[in-house]
């Protein structure tokens, strides 16, 4: 009797498996790692309602961003920290601090004089403290469209001193585009153009936000023909999440990379059609799934 229970249970576990064993679940696949930065202007709706920054930074880096470019200093500090606070916080959640949007404009006095130095003193600090924060880049943001070329050019003068003062201390300085550089200023220049053509690439680089220009009727790569080597670093953006909206050639922008001079990409999603933390989850998957969408960019 021993032995032919012993025969059924055998014959049972071999005819019917999954009675006789635990099964697995089917493994996901890991999506490949890239360097991708995040604007974190992406979040500013969890940090300007209280969120925990220690929290939203550690979230972040689970999704698998690799950096961060923050967008808010102020009197010295990150987000209330002090720029040591700030890199060891980011550190700490297993990213790297890459860059960081910032601006002083200069005054009618210093536009009509072309004297910097009062402007050119709030740099100097401006500097240390995004060095001791353990920023690469720093990053002007904004320059509404200047009356006269005159004013276009002075700007284009104190970005170049700006520059020079990052480069001295290690840093590297550039600009932001947004829409509103594709106009002619004095309906004669296109203003972006003549910032390219204007500043020395020695000083000044150019963060390309790919969204704003097709915004602006430009083609991205358009422009990595004509200013070969210009481009740093890409603001990847979308009307909402990243690749949502069809209307950006992200193919066509990522096959000229190289032609561009890119070395670092920062996501940044301004607006949102689900909860901020799933939106920039969506975008990161978008850029991370993507097979035109290198590794790494640095070189």
């Known amino acids: 009797m021993k032995n032919y229970l012993l025969t059924v249970l055998t014959t049972f576990c071999l005819t019917v498996p999954q009675a006789c064993t635990t099964p697995q679940s089917p493994q996901k696949k890991e999506k490949e790692k890239k360097e991708v930065a995040i604007q974190l202007y992406s979040v500013r709706d969890l940090i300007n309602n209280g ?52 601006s002083h404009g200069l005054s009618d006095k210093e536009l009509s ?21 353990g920023m690469e880049y720093i990053v002007t943001p ?21 520059g020079k003062r990052c480069n001295a201390a290690g840093l ?6 947004h829409a509103h550089e594709f106009q002619k200023v004095e309906d004669k220049e296109i203003m972006l153009d003549y910032m ?16 704003w220009v097709v915004r602006g009727d430009n083609s991205p790569v358009d422009y990595f023909n004509k200013y070969p080597g210009r481009f740093t670093m890409l603001h990847i953006k979308d009307h909402r999440e990243i690749g949502q909206s069809g209307m ?3 193919d066509a922008i990522f096959k000229n990379t190289d032609k561009a001079g890119v070395h670092h990409l920062v996501a940044e999603i301004e607006q949102y059609s689900c909860p901020v933390e799933e939106s920039v989850k969506q975008s990161l998957d978008y850029l991370l799934e993507a097979p035109f969408v290198k590794a790494s960019y640095c070189k």
Do not use: R
Request: proline letters at 3%; hydrophobic letters at 35%.
């Open 172 to 177: 590297k300085y550039g600009y932001h585009n």
């Open 51 to 102: 969120g925990d920054l220690n929290k939203i930074l550690k979230d972040l880096a689970d999704m698998g961003y690799t950096s961060v470019e923050a967008a808010n200093y102020n009197d010295g500090k990150f987000y209330g920290k002090t720029p040591q606070e700030f890199k060891q916080m980011v550190e700490t959640n297993g990213m790297k601090v890459l860059s960081s949007h910032t």
């Open 113 to 133: 004089s072309g004297d910097f130095t009062e402007a050119l003193a709030w740099w100097d600090q401006c500097i240390a403290d995004h060095k001791a924060a």
């Open 248 to 250: 950006v050639g992200y």
């Open 142 to 162: 904004w320059l509404g469209v200047p009356k006269t070329l005159k004013e276009l050019q002075t700007y284009c003068d104190y970005y170049n001193e700006v």
């Open 196 to 211: 390219l053509q204007h500043t020395n690439p020695e000083y000044v680089f150019f963060q390309m936000d790919v969204y």
